[in-house]
């Protein structure tokens, strides 16, 4: 049975995990408290040497860790989740304090990693004959690709490296991890815990910013980049990615639709719709982010929307009966108030914003729009954040178009009592994922991904685990 160690006093600087050793790093970028706007911690700020230490690290533990049994493997991942699992408490405070998000839902967020993480091992890539007469054999095999770079983001930084690190280790590969640098330290912590529990270096954890995530973008032994976060880095990964032809799993922004049809109950809905948007502090790459509502019941979906919003407590992530805490970061909440300026000038009318703290911090208040102009940045960009844009329609058909006119495709939904219909249009929604009466939905078992400039690939499911293995044929004549 493992046992806690990881420190109790988070205000203090947190190691990387380069090679088994925690290493202190040489220089430090500030962690923000999101609820004060105050540095409260640090963390290093891996230099061009200190990445390359640990991609090293990661390529000296390859061999020995890949030529491990599949089902050797598996047990050493679950002890990493049990490891997980007896740390819960001080990471979800961790976690809390870095991302600003409601304790419980961080206890969630790592429960719902663990749920990954097992589900994960309880998969298996087992070789398959894909031919055999008397003179031939053919035999098709996945293969570990070696050393893997994980490159999360600042909402679900916990959830986000575990989906990684997970189907990465137990198909046989090693990983270095970069969180994002406004929130390193609970997947620093995960690098301690890893260390306790797995062989030196199958699991490296550095923290830093753009430089050292574009190193393992670039280094030549890192044979895949799976990356969570913008549109735009993406394209940024896969260009550096491109010259050394690495594999990637992209999984980026996204501009959801949700469509109301005229058969929906408001009050009914309501509830669900706005933790569709609202939950993490809007700060979900498959969050509903505009919501099409036939006009016949848009006042009154509106109204009950208004009014389940003024029933929800926003407070600091500690704060007993907080459902919703401040935004992670200063750039973003500022983004979010330039996005509701934009629309407001062009027209949009706020029908519900709430109070929120006053102390400082970087709290947002929940914001509904409506009468907003389809050109406006809430509308054609990714609003990650608590602002949610209400469009009416009247024709379905138009509906559909414009929950199409986007350059994303990772999610949308369709709301009605009458599921096959809703289930026919949300078929035609252009996206990854789609949901009836719900969004988003997530399962362990399921595959998960954009399209356009939402991704390339899947997490979850039997499909993400091969993402992180190549096929090999072994052809054999008798
Ligand atoms: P971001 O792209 O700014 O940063 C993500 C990570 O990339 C960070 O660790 C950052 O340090 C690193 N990075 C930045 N530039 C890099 C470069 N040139 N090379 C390598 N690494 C680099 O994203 P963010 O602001 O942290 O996260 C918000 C975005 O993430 C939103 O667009 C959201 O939709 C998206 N997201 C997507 C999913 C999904 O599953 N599709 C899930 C969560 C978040």
Not at 53 to 73: C, G, H, K, N, Q
Not at 148 to 169: D, E, F, R, S
Not at 385 to 401: K, Q, S, Y
Not at 414 to 428: G, L, T
């Amino acid at each position: 049975m493992n046992v806690a160690v990881l420190p109790t006093n988070i205000e203090r600087s947190w190691d990387m995990t380069i090679g088994g050793q925690a290493e202190p790093g040489t220089r430090h970028i500030p962690v923000f408290d999101p609820v004060t706007g105050h540095a409260f911690a640090q963390a290093p700020d891996a230099t061009l040497d200190e990445t390359d230490r640990a991609i090293e690290a990661a390529a000296a533990a390859f061999p020995a860790w890949s030529a491990l049994s599949w089902d050797a493997r598996v047990d050493a991942v679950r002890s990493f989740g049990a490891a997980i699992r007896e740390e819960n408490s001080q990471l979800a405070r961790l976690l809390c304090r870095e991302q600003g998000k409601p304790l419980d839902k961080a206890v969630s967020e790592i429960g719902a990693g663990l749920a990954y993480l097992e589900a994960y091992c309880s998969m298996k890539l087992a070789p398959e004959i894909l031919k055999e007469t008397e003179k031939q054999r053919i035999e098709q095999h996945h293969r570990p690709l070696g050393v893997v770079g994980a490159i999360t983001a600042w909402n679900y930084p916990l959830l986000l490296a575990i989906w990684k690190i997970a189907p990465a280790l137990v198909a046989g590969n090693t990983v270095v991890v970069k969180p994002a640098p406004s929130t390193p330290l609970a997947t620093l912590a995960l690098g301690r815990i890893a260390a306790r529990v797995l062989p030196a270096g199958v699991v490296n954890v550095i923290s830093g910013g753009t430089e050292s995530g574009e190193r393992l973008t670039q280094h030549e032994k890192v044979r895949k980049i799976s990356f969570t976060g913008s549109t735009e880095t993406g394209k940024r990964i896969m260009a550096n990615a491109s010259p050394r032809l690495k594999r990637l799993t992209l999984e980026l922004g996204g501009n959801d639709a949700g469509i109301v049809l005229e058969d929906a109950d408001p009050k009914t809905i309501a509830p669900d719709i706005f933790w569709a948007k609202f939950s993490n502090c809007g700060q979900v790459c498959a969050a509903l982010k505009r919501l099409y509502v036939h006009r016949s019941i848009f006042q009154p979906l509106c109204d009950a929307l208004a009014e389940f919003a003024a029933s929800v407590k926003i407070g600091p992530g500690l704060g007993a009966g907080v459902q919703v805490g401040p935004m992670q970061n200063k750039a973003q909440r500022d983004r979010m108030a330039a996005t509701v300026e934009d629309a407001v000038n062009a027209g949009a009318k706020i029908i519900y914003q709430s109070e929120v703290p006053q102390e400082g911090g970087y709290f947002f208040p929940i914001t509904l729009l409506a009468d907003v102009p389809e050109h406006t940045a809430v509308v054609r960009g990714e609003t990650f954040g608590p602002v949610l844009a209400i469009l009416p329609f009247d024709d379905i058909e138009d509906a559909v178009r414009r929950a199409n006119d986007t350059e994303y495709g990772l999610g949308g939904s369709v709301w009605s009592p009458n599921i096959e219909r809703a289930q026919k249009i949300a078929e035609r929604l252009e996206a990854g994922s789609t949901w009836v009466n719900q969004h988003p939905s997530m399962d362990p078992h399921v595959p998960f991904g954009g399209i356009k400039s939402s991704g390339l690939g899947v997490e979850g499911g039997l499909r993400g685990l091969e993402e992180f293995t190549y096929l090999q044929i072994v052809n054999v004549k008798k």
